[in-house]
């Protein structure tokens, strides 16, 4: 998608049309990876007439992008995220504008996107009904979510990319929650295996 009134780069593997009525999965990828990453496991998750579109981070990042960018202890403060939640929610809006305001809009992000999934139900605690987290954590300066939509915090045992003390604090914040589910694979690092995807799959639908 290339209009210029959409305020982040959007990409869909297939032509969305017209949104009214129906569900939109809007991806958010991981740091310093970009809008494609994302695609193939949107398509194996939706629902059969739900759209999905990928968002492109407004961070450079190398070759790709991210959400947020600076020292590490800021990154996983939340810094940055503000900003980034903007923008994502004015995108969404000039989607809206341009195709009609969907039914539903289910949010699926990873590692960093994730982060940023649970900054936009902070955000926007209305617009969601689904949020899946995969291999993200909730960043020190949020609370838990408020309540409103379902989510789903799924890792693996074997991620050495999200530091403990960040999945400490993710747990404790989201054990508490109603509708919420917490789901550990063993022996999953940082990425997305097929249980997941099916357990994704099964969440979203």
């Known amino acids: 998608m ?18 009214e009525g129906r569900r939109l999965l809007v991806l958010l990828h991981g740091y310093g990876a970009d809008e494609q990453d994302l695609l193939a496991v949107g398509e194996a998750v939706r629902g059969d007439d739900d759209a999905v579109v990928s968002l492109r981070g407004p961070v450079p990042v190398g070759a790709g992008a991210g959400w947020f960018d600076g020292p590490r202890e800021a990154v996983l403060a939340g810094a940055g995220l503000e900003a980034a939640a903007t923008a994502v929610l004015a995108t969404l809006n000039a989607l809206a504008a341009a195709a009609g305001e969907p039914a539903a809009v289910r949010l699926l992000g990873f590692s960093q996107g994730g982060a940023l999934a649970l900054a936009l139900l902070h955000a926007a605690p209305q617009r969601f009904d689904r949020v899946a987290v995969l291999a993200g954590f909730l960043p020190a300066t949020l609370p838990a979510p408020p309540p409103g939509a379902a989510v789903l915090w799924a890792r693996g045992d074997a991620d050495a990319v999200i530091p403990p003390e960040a999945v400490a604090r993710t747990a404790a914040a989201l054990e508490g929650r109603s509708a919420t589910s917490i789901s550990v694979h063993p022996g999953l690092g940082h990425g997305i295996d097929e249980a997941e995807l099916a357990e994704v799959a099964a969440f979203l639908r």
């Open 2 to 19: 290339t209009d210029a009134s959409i305020p982040l780069h959007a990409v869909a593997m297939r032509p969305i049309g017209r949104l």
